[in-house]
């Protein structure tokens, strides 16, 4: 990874297309300003970690991703700097949160 996070969600993601580990959001710190936004993946064949152009739709820490079917990731629970849990999808192929 780039950098060290605590506090992240990750799930590895395996396809006819790919097979990657993706890792969003987690804590640079420990303040509320530290919440970090990031999607980063790891491809382990190439041994290459890659920060995605899209991020989380809010900074976000201690939530669960989950790989759905259709190339799809679910972003579930954790808090965001107001301590609300949040819930999204992924969509892989279009790299836009459905």
């Keep these: ?7 992240l ?7 006819d297309d790919e ?18 936004d990031t999607i980063e993946k790891y491809d382990p064949i190439e041994n290459i970690w890659t920060t995605l152009i899209i991020k989380l739709k809010s900074p976000l820490w201690a939530c669960t991703a989950v790989p759905l ?9 954790g808090k965001n700097k107001n301590r609300n849990s949040e819930v999204f999808v992924l969509d892989l192929d279009e790299l836009a949160w459905t």
């Design 9 to 15: 969600a990750s799930c590895s993601f395996n396809s």
């Design 19 to 36: 097979n990657s580990i993706y890792v969003f959001g987690g804590f640079y710190g420990g303040s509320d300003a530290e919440i970090n």
């Design 1 to 7: 990874m780039k950098y060290k996070w605590h506090y």
């Design 69 to 77: 079917s259709n190339n799809k990731i679910a972003i579930l629970g």
